[in-house]
């Protein structure tokens, strides 16, 4: 298992920047992956920004060129720095990682951190 805690979110103006901080309970090296989710109400969750295997990246094109994921293994910790902010991001930001154990693959979720952009 896998406890993941994040913080940073908030409310910003359109423009500014906020920087969300995922805490792991474990070494991030042995979480298959992890990344960021964005869900609005009424909508599905939304991948926003991750790492996959290695240490490759993707984004959704909406963040493309605004947001940045990165991690500090000493710390057990994933960042997703957003920069630009536009009203249109507003929603709850989730740290996600998935672990491999044995043929299976398990999803871990942390509590959630709102982020409003006011226009």
């Known amino acids: 298992q896998v406890q993941l805690v994040e913080s940073g979110g908030g409310l910003v103006q359109a423009g500014g920047s906020l920087r969300l901080s995922c805490a792991a309970s474990r070494s991030i090296f042995s979480i298959n992956a992890m990344g960021w989710y964005r869900q609005v109400p009424g909508k599905q969750r939304e991948l926003v920004a991750g790492f996959a295997s290695g240490s490759s990246t993707n984004y959704a094109d909406s963040v493309k060129g605004r947001f940045t994921i990165s991690r500090d293994s000493t710390k057990n910790t994933v960042y997703l720095q957003m920069n630009s902010l536009k009203p249109e991001d507003t929603a709850v930001y989730y740290c996600?990682?998935?672990?491999?154990?044995?043929?299976?693959?398990?999803?871990?979720w942390g509590q959630g951190t709102q982020v409003t952009v006011s226009s």
């Open positions: 996600n990682a998935e672990v491999v154990r044995g043929p299976g693959k398990y999803d871990y």
